[in-house]
C-alpha cells in the first residue's frame, strides 16, 4: 500500500479548486491540471504529490489519500507500521505514539503514525549506513564467504 499525504484544504478552497480557481496565479506556478475544459493550477507540492500518486497506480499499486486528523484503530496502524496489533499497542503504552481513548478502545491519528514511520524508517536507514561504512572501515568488503566462515568460526 502506498500512502501519499495531501495539502489540507476547507471546503470553500476546494469548490474553488474544482472549479478552477485554487487562488495561484499562473506567476505561481508552472504546474497545471487539465480536463474538461478546466485549468487548475497547482503547486508543486500539489504537482509532486499529483506525480507520486499516478506513478504508484501505473505500477499497479493502490494509493490511499486520508486527512491527516482522521483516526485509526490500532489494527488499521498495526497494518501500516507493518507490525502485530499486540507490539502496535506496546508502542501506545510506551508513549512512542500519542493516541487517545473513546471507551475501552484506542485511536490514533493517521498523522502521528505516519510521523512515527518516517521517524522509524530514517533511523533504520542510519543504522544500515552506519553499518556498511563499518563494513569497509574494516576491510570486510573484499573477504569471500570461506573466509566469513573462518572468522565467525574462530570466535
Do not use: C, W
Amino acid at each position: 500500500m502506498s500512502t501519499t499525504r495531501i495539502l489540507k484544504h476547507s471546503r470553500e478552497s476546494l469548490r474553488n479548486d474544482l472549479r478552477g480557481n485554487s487562488g495561484l496565479s499562473t506567476k505561481d506556478t508552472d504546474y497545471s491540471l487539465l480536463g474538461k475544459g478546466h485549468q487548475i493550477p497547482l503547486s508543486e507540492y500539489e504537482y509532486e504529490t499529483m506525480l507520486k500518486m499516478l506513478t504508484a497506480l501505473r505500477q499497479g499499486n493502490s494509493v490511499t489519500v486520508v486527512p491527516d486528523e482522521t483516526y485509526m484503530t490500532t489494527q488499521q496502524a498495526a497494518d501500516v507500521l507493518n507490525v502485530s496489533r499486540p507490539y502496535f499497542v506496546k508502542l501506545l503504552e510506551n508513549h512512542e505514539i500519542p493516541f487517545t481513548k473513546v471507551g475501552n478502545r484506542r485511536r490514533v491519528l493517521v498523522k502521528d503514525v505516519l510521523a512515527y514511520k518516517e521517524q522509524r524508517d530514517a533511523e533504520r536507514r542510519q543504522v544500515i549506513r552506519e553499518f556498511s561504512a563499518s563494513i569497509y572501515e574494516d576491510g570486510l568488503d573484499e573477504l569471500d564467504y570461506e573466509s566469513i566462515s573462518q572468522i565467525i568460526n574462530e570466535d
